[in-house]
């Protein structure tokens, strides 16, 4: 089992930038990838961003390309999600997760392919 702790959230104004942190433990793995989901009030979980096992493959879903940078350490044990040029659509609460098949090259993108979430942090961007 891994547990997984996001910070970072907050309230900034359009154009800011935040960085969410992601702390791994438990059973974590260098060879799991790891990623960054958001939803907002009312809506679905939708995929962010998502880093696999050798940092090699990195993927972004449209609304966040360019802005948003997904980065981890070599042990697994934390993921960073940098968010520039934020947008009032950014706003909602940000889940971490992992994956726990070792050694992908793709990231998915669906929540059902996730194994451990956290408790979320929530991001809010006013203009």
């Known amino acids: 089992q891994v547990q997984l702790v996001e910070s970072g959230g907050g309230s900034v104004q359009a154009g800011g930038s935040l960085r969410l942190s992601c702390a791994a433990s438990?059973?974590?793995?260098?060879?799991?990838?790891m990623g960054w989901f958001r939803q907002a009030p009312g809506k679905e979980r939708e995929f962010v961003a998502g880093?696999?096992?050798?940092?090699?493959?990195?993927t972004y879903t449209d609304s966040v390309k360019g802005r948003f940078t997904i980065s981890r350490d070599d042990a697994g044990n934390t993921v960073w999600l940098q968010m520039n040029s934020l947008k009032p659509e950014d706003t909602g609460v940000y889940f971490c997760?992992?994956?726990?098949?070792?050694?992908?090259?793709?990231?998915?993108?669906?929540?059902?392919?996730?194994?451990?979430w956290g408790q979320g942090t929530q991001v809010t961007v006013s203009s």
């Open positions: 997760t992992t994956n726990v098949r070792t050694y992908l090259n793709v990231v998915p993108t669906t929540t059902s392919a996730y194994d451990y």
């Open positions: 880093i696999n096992w050798s940092a090699r493959s990195t």
């Open positions: 438990g059973r974590t793995n260098s060879r799991y990838t």
